[in-house]
């Protein structure tokens, strides 16, 4: 099986993304919503050395990385982990699940991302319980979601931008502190209190690499991009490097500025931060920037989860019911009213750093699959030249994988075993009935909207 250069450039889609774009594209991706909600959970695990957990996670996410570098410079007309899984285990179960895992955690994310809108950062304005208002939340963000892809993202960029300011503004308020004296720079050096260093630090880094699994996504455009052979890793892994930055400097910030059980007691963390910098920055602003932050994080990860879910039943692989659509707006009803009551289903859990860690139990999933693929297709001779990643760098990915699954908490997985087990019945049941993909039922009628913005993938994060 072989891929001749001519090939590449064989596509239905136009192949306008350069690497300059592509690298953006990664950055704004990765530098996602979830690190304005687990600052205070990282510190509650490790204390005050919150950069170590953020190394270390950025260290991991790079192995994983390098594989995925390699597979979609090699098949870049490929569409993700799954279809690398279908290639190399030729299992349709296993694909299946790899894609069902990442749909569950498109599932899970907004849950924790929605707790976290309805914490300190909404707390600012109003004073509402948590677990409903993230329901309500949830509901306002599927009738956007029902209305119609273009007018969910139209916004997106500025949104976008809008959380990399946020950023910029608690990077700034540390650097404040810092020179102003009025800040304790040792806290960065100090591990919490009873807890040996390496174990806390492992415990921080499951959620911590939360904040890095956007770049997932990035394998999904690659048909959209430029000479994707040549420019693909390259913008990969210095995307990857620019986000651990920014993500070090926000971990420094928050040390410097507040002790690690301010933190931990904060449900808006970095809203603590900015208020305690003394910058002038007012709390209402900053919460506002958060919680457009956190909501259209939400929103996209929601988009990307029923338009996934659609495109699953279309092929068959999800129950046919689920690829109905709406005869005028054109988007998938059934998909997203499902997605979300298992989003609103999940956010009763009310606990963050659960849902953060059986988020990451799903990808690791993931990534433990696509370590192992880049290895078994390297039999697999294509006429293009393409990025290799160094043979041992799989291997140690695969053991990163195998070392942040071996810490997650019995309740995680849990909450793993049951969506894992949902899906394998959904498999089944899929296989057991007609395939219906439109609004009445019947093939081949209406079909929605043009798929989700890649930016839906933002984890993540």
């Known amino acids: 099986m072989s891929a001749p250069v001519a090939d590449i450039e064989k596509t239905k889609l136009k192949r306008g993304i350069t690497g300059p774009l592509l690298f953006l594209f990664i950055v704004g991706d990765t530098l996602g919503a979830g690190i304005y909600a687990l600052m205070g959970d990282l510190s509650s695990e490790v204390g005050g050395a919150l950069w170590?957990?953020?190394?270390?996670?950025?260290?991991?996410?790079?192995?994983?990385?390098?594989?995925?570098?390699?597979?979609?410079?090699?098949?870049?007309?490929?569409?993700?982990?799954?279809?690398?899984?279908?290639?190399?285990?030729?299992?349709?179960?296993?694909?299946?699940?790899?894609?069902?895992?990442?749909?569950?955690?498109?599932?899970?994310?907004?849950?924790?991302?929605?707790?976290?809108?309805?914490?300190?950062?909404?707390?600012?304005?109003?004073?509402?319980?948590?677990?409903?208002?993230?329901?309500?939340?949830?509901?306002?963000?599927?009738?956007?979601?029902?209305?119609?892809?273009?007018?969910?993202?139209?916004g997106n960029v500025a949104m976008t931008l809008i959380e990399i300011i946020g950023l910029i503004i608690v990077i700034v308020a540390g650097a404040v502190v810092l020179f102003t004296g009025t800040g304790d720079p040792a806290r960065t050096m100090e591990f919490k209190d009873g807890v040996t260093p390496i174990v806390g630090v492992l415990g921080a880094t499951i959620i911590a690499f939360y904040s890095y699994v956007g770049f997932e996504t990035s394998a999904n455009i690659a048909e959209e991009v430029k000479n994707p052979p040549k420019v693909f890793a390259r913008a990969l892994f210095l995307s990857l490097a620019t986000a651990g930055v920014v993500y070090l400097l926000v971990g420094l910030a928050a040390s410097i500025t507040l002790s690690p059980e301010e933190l931990a007691e904060s449900s808006g963390p970095l809203l603590a931060v900015v208020s305690a910098s003394g910058i002038g920055v007012p709390d209402w602003l900053f919460s506002i920037i958060a919680l457009a932050a956190v909501a259209n994080g939400a929103l996209l990860i929601l988009i990307m989860a029923s338009r996934v879910t659609y495109g699953m039943a279309e092929q068959g692989l999800l129950p046919g019911v689920l690829g109905r659509v709406l005869p005028k707006r054109r988007t998938p009803w059934v998909a997203i009213l499902v997605t979300t009551a298992a989003s609103m289903v999940l956010a009763t859990i009310g606990d963050i750093s659960i849902l953060a860690e059986t988020v990451v139990l799903l990808l690791l999933l993931v990534f433990l699959s696509s370590n192992i693929a880049v290895l078994v297709l390297r039999r697999e001779k294509v006429e293009h030249k393409h990025f290799r990643v160094w043979t041992p760098l799989p291997y140690m990915g695969i053991a990163s994988c195998l070392l942040l699954l071996s810490q997650q908490s019995l309740q995680v997985w849990l909450y793993g075993a049951i969506i894992l087990a949902v899906g394998v019945g959904l498999y089944f049941l899929a296989k057991l009935g007609p395939r219906s993909d439109s609004v009445t039922g019947s093939v081949g009628t209406v079909a929605p909207e043009a798929p989700a913005n890649p930016d839906a993938g933002k984890a993540a994060q």
């Open 52 to 154: 170590a957990p953020l190394l270390l996670a950025l260290a991991l996410a790079l192995l994983t990385a390098g594989s995925y570098a390699e597979l979609v410079t090699k098949y870049p007309r490929a569409g993700g982990a799954s279809v690398f899984a279908e290639r190399a285990y030729k299992k349709p179960i296993v694909s299946f699940l790899v894609g069902y895992c990442m749909l569950a955690a498109g599932v899970t994310s907004p849950a924790l991302l929605s707790l976290s809108f309805t914490g300190d950062y909404l707390g600012t304005f109003i004073d509402v319980p948590a677990v409903p208002a993230a329901i309500v939340l949830l509901a306002l963000l599927a009738l956007l979601n029902a209305r119609g892809i273009s007018e969910s993202l139209k």
